[in-house]
């Protein structure tokens, strides 16, 4: 979840592997020498697909993507603010690439940074031409037409809408698991967050769009989808067909090919037993539940204004694990919140305790612009903040070593995403979205999915033998 220039910057320059023969890469390939884009990438996991999107407007207006900014008519830099010195870490960014652009280069900034910082980026950087927060991507077609007439300070900074980013063609960066926005924004409002500011109100799309795209997903030979949103479980069907979430997920796992559907990230508030019951009844759905708690403290929580008690946030885990089959919990944490004490610390270890979650990103508050809890009082010093992660860190670490050594001589199903460089090694996911590294002879793996003996684990994953047969 934490950001990472380097790892960005490298995955997002490499070729897509296609998912077939026939993926929505290869059929927009556009000439060789037209207008070419280099987009780097920052952020969620929205983000990223996000980016896939823009890709695929940009590949159906005849832009070929390009490795190198260097090489780019257009460079395109997508952001993130969700936590720590975003804006900052921008502007120093933009600064180096206008030491290298060339005379016929232009920069665009996209994302949340993009809608937090608006026209003061033409201020503080003018060689900057395009400027779009998220809810404006569904404008980029006009936006980029404006920037290749020419066009200085083109905006997007339009956030009040209630229409969705609906592209013709994504350009997927992942092979094995293609990704499907089905809500966009937020409507919760958390003290702490910019979501809301930055990505503007919540807007589902219709589920029979959702579910075409998944189908074309199909049809180019993908197995497994991911649904997103940031509250993806407040889906609303704004088509008269009225689709519960719970109903698109069936839905989605009905449809032929699709071996595993997931989904994230969801809301404890909008979690209902419905969810379960879907997951019950199909096992296509991945026994995997991203339900971020952000504190254990019921004081805190109200600070952050989440919504649900301690209590309540209780009663949804019990809903999941009154499941038939088991299903992974992983969480979200804040810690150092302002004016949380020690004893409101404790309550948040407590919680870990109570529910061994499978897994765990954990952050230190950090104090955003535009959100109510940057004027809160009592803000717990860096020193402190960085004590407490070390202590949630730790015990989580325990945690999920203890409960991955129960898995021993379990089988495990594990759809293979990757090989590793040593021989013989390969690596993927379960359903609970466990990595899992295994032998196997097999000469080729991927995308398969395989069944593999657990033998071992580190704190982050398993380590197994592929069962033949
Ligand atoms: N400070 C620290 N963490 C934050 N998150 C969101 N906003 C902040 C902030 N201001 C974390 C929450 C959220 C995750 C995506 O990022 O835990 O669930
Ligand atoms: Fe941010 Fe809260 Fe919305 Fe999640 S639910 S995106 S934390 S405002």
Request: with cysteine; hydrophobic share 35%.
């Given at each position: 979840?934490e950001?990472?220039?380097?790892i960005r910057?490298e995955s ?9 023969a026939e993926?929505?890469f290869?059929?927009a390939q556009p000439?060789?020498?037209g ?8 952020g969620?996991?929205?983000n ?10 940009l ?16 460079i395109?830099y997508?952001t ?10 921008v ?12 005379k016929?280069?232009k920069?665009?900034?996209l994302g ?9 980026i033409?201020?503080?950087?003018p ?8 809810a ?6 006009q936006l980029?037409?404006?920037v290749e007439?020419?066009?200085?300070r ?16 994504t ?8 990704y499907?926005?089905?809500?966009e924004g937020?409507?919760?409002a ?15 799309r ?5 579910l075409?795209?998944?189908r074309q997903l ?9 649904f997103?949103?940031?509250?993806v479980?407040?889906?609303?069907d704004?088509?008269p ?6 109903e ?14 997931r989904f994230?990230?969801?809301?404890p ?5 419905d ?6 009844a ?5 026994n995997?539940?991203?339900l971020?708690?952000?504190s ?14 301690r209590g ?7 809903l999941?694990r009154?499941a ?5 919990v992983t969480?979200?944490i ?7 004490t020690?004893t ?7 919680l870990?305790?109570?529910i061994?979650y ?13 959100t ?10 860096e020193?402190e903040k960085?004590?407490r992660l ?5 015990r989580?670490?325990t945690i999920?070593?203890?409960?991955l ?19 013989d ?11 899992v590294?295994c032998?196997s ?6 995308g398969q ?13 398993l ?5 033949l047969?």
């Amino acid at each position: 979840m934490e950001n990472s220039f380097d790892i960005r910057l490298e995955s997002l320059t490499q070729p897509p592997a296609p998912a077939s023969a026939e993926s929505t890469f290869a059929a927009a390939q556009p000439a060789a020498d037209g207008p070419t884009f280099y987009l780097e990438t920052f952020g969620c996991q929205m983000n990223e697909h996000d980016s896939e999107k823009v890709a695929g407007v940009l590949l159906s207006r005849g832009y070929q993507q390009v490795e190198r900014p260097e090489a780019a008519s257009l460079i395109l830099y997508n952001t993130c603010s969700i936590r720590e010195k975003a804006a900052q870490k921008v502007f120093s960014r933009l600064g180096v690439y206008r030491d290298m652009l060339g005379k016929d280069q232009k920069i665009g900034v996209l994302g949340c940074v993009a809608q937090q910082e608006g026209e003061e980026i033409f201020k503080r950087a003018p060689w900057v031409s395009l400027v779009c927060g998220s809810a404006s991507y569904r404008n980029l077609p006009q936006l980029l037409a404006q920037v290749e007439a020419g066009g200085q300070r083109v905006t997007g900074l339009d956030n009040e809408t209630d229409e969705t980013f609906e592209t013709q063609i994504t350009r997927r960066d992942n092979p094995w698991r293609g990704y499907i926005t089905i809500i966009e924004g937020c409507d919760k409002a958390c003290t702490y967050c910019v979501v809301p500011y930055t990505r503007g109100p919540e807007r589902s799309r219709d589920s029979a769009r959702i579910l075409a795209e998944l189908r074309q997903l199909a049809d180019f030979g993908y197995t497994e989808v991911q649904f997103l949103g940031q509250t993806v479980n407040s889906y609303r069907d704004p088509s008269p067909r009225k689709m519960r979430f719970s109903e698109l997920l069936v839905a989605a796992a009905q449809i032929p090919g699709i071996r595993r559907v997931r989904f994230t990230t969801s809301h404890p508030s909008d979690f209902g037993r419905d969810i379960v019951e879907a997951m019950d009844a199909n096992p296509v759905i991945c026994n995997h539940i991203h339900l971020p708690v952000q504190s254990g403290s019921v004081r805190v929580l109200r600070a952050m204004r989440r919504t649900y008690s301690r209590g309540e946030y209780l009663e949804k885990i019990a809903l999941i694990r009154a499941a038939r089959r088991p299903i992974a919990v992983t969480t979200d944490i804040i810690v150092g919140f302002p004016s949380e004490t020690e004893t409101e610390f404790a309550e948040t270890l407590s919680l870990l305790d109570e529910i061994r979650y499978s897994g765990m990103f954990a952050f230190k508050y950090s104090p955003r612009p535009n959100t109510p809890a940057l004027s809160m009082p009592d803000a717990i010093p860096e020193e402190e903040k960085s004590h407490r992660l070390a202590i949630l860190l730790e015990r989580q670490r325990t945690i999920q070593l203890e409960d991955l050594h129960k898995l021993q001589n379990e089988i495990v199903e594990v759809h293979v995403d990757g090989k590793s460089k040593k021989p013989d090694q390969w690596y993927g996911h379960s359903s609970c979205n466990r990595v899992v590294n295994c032998t196997s002879a097999s000469a080729d793996l991927l995308g398969q999915y395989i069944n593999v003996c657990v033998t071992g684990c580190t704190p982050n994953s398993l380590v197994g033998d592929h069962v033949l047969g």
